[in-house]
């Protein structure tokens, strides 16, 4: 899957909008610029951020030190910064 991307000097920034609460963990597909992600994980203390860091770790087969949530730490919509990748 080809995943809507801006590049910056150490690596990329995606917009995704997360679902949790669902019945998997999955990367859904793609709506405009935004990534939507399925979570198991409900959004109650950084449970459903966690799960949205693992999943992109182990989709893009990276440490999860190098997945930052830039921005929306408390939203659906989050801007997330993935150091050391080049798409």
Known sequence: MDLPHTKVKDGIIIQVKVIPRSS???IAGVEGNTIKIKLTAPPVEDAA????????????????GNIEIVKGDSSRYKTVKIKGVNL
Do not use: C, P
Request: charged fraction near 40%.
């Open 24 to 26: 998997k963990k999955e």
């Open 49 to 64: 951020n966690e799960q949205l860091i693992e999943l992109l770790s182990e989709t893009l087969s990276i440490k999860k």
